[in-house]
T-cell receptor, first 114, second 113 residues
Framework: DAGVIQSPRHEVTEMGQEVTLRCKPI?????LFWYRQTMMRGLELLIY????????DSGMPEDRFSAKMPNASFSTLKIQPSEPRDSAVYFC????????????FGQGTRLTVV | GESVGLHLPTLSVQEGDNSIINCAYS??????FIWYKQESGKGPQFIID?????DKRQGQRVTVLLNKTVKHLSLQIAATQPGDSAVYFC????????????FGGGTRLMVKP
């Protein structure tokens, strides 16, 4: 299994631009998570899907952030418009679900907003 | 003004010695815990887990101890190797929080050859 696949690995964009981060979870996994990692705040959960349905988005910082999971094999995290304080590493993770909680992480997308 | 980042606790050990990394968790209702290892430029990787009905679990070179009375978790690494150098996170799951994991701040382990 290729594991959780994220793209792009690195993204540099100008303030005000739209950014879309992509994730392909491990096949057969029912739960998907988006995390953000910064030096200031550590590893924060942004949103959590179960069976493609958003379950908890209380970690999404603002309306500028949105996430979708149109099917079991694909999810996006969009920031529009982006701001310099959004610069961070964004991780996608997936787990089997049904109380099998171990989450497998992708390699992350390093976002820099200038 | 100058931004202040998370000050990661750092544990420095000699190669071959045993390492103990500690974690205080926040919620007494948490019933499942995981230790993750994160190497530079990579995502966190699962090391070992433990449920709240246990107080000890052993893996290969690693042992996790759980003390629910004081809400404390520890990770012991035997015969620490240079490849163990990384940031280690504990994560907790609340019994009624679905599959969500809440991560601690992390500890950096540095292994001196």
């Amino acid at each position: 299994d290729a594991g959780v696949i994220q793209s792009p690995r690195h993204e540099v964009t100008e303030m005000g631009q739209e950014v879309t981060l992509r994730c392909k979870p491990i096949s057969g996994h029912n739960s998907l998570f988006w995390y953000r990692q910064t030096m200031m705040r550590g590893l924060e959960l942004l949103i959590y899907f179960n069976n493609n349905v958003p379950i908890d988005d209380s970690g999404m910082p603002e309306d500028r952030f949105s996430a979708k999971m149109p099917n079991a094999s694909f999810s996006t995290l969009k920031i529009q418009p982006s701001e310099p304080r959004d610069s961070a590493v964004y991780f996608c993770a997936s787990s089997l679900g049904d109380r099998t909680i171990e989450a497998f992480f992708g390699q992350g997308t390093r976002l820099t907003v200038v | 003004g100058e931004s202040v980042g998370l000050h990661l606790p750092t544990l420095s050990v000699q190669e071959g010695d045993n390492s103990i990394i500690n974690c205080a968790y926040s919620n007494s209702a948490s019933d499942y815990f995981i230790w993750y290892k994160q190497e530079s430029g990579k995502g966190p990787q699962f090391i070992i887990d433990i449920r709240s009905n246990m107080d000890k679990r052993q893996g290969q070179r690693v042992t996790v101890l759980l003390n629910k009375t004081v809400k404390h978790l520890s990770l012991q690494i035997a015969a620490t190797q240079p490849g163990d150098s990384a940031v280690y996170f504990c994560a907790e799951n609340l019994y009624n929080a679905g599959n969500m994991l809440t991560f601690g701040g992390g500890t950096r382990l540095m292994v001196k050859p």
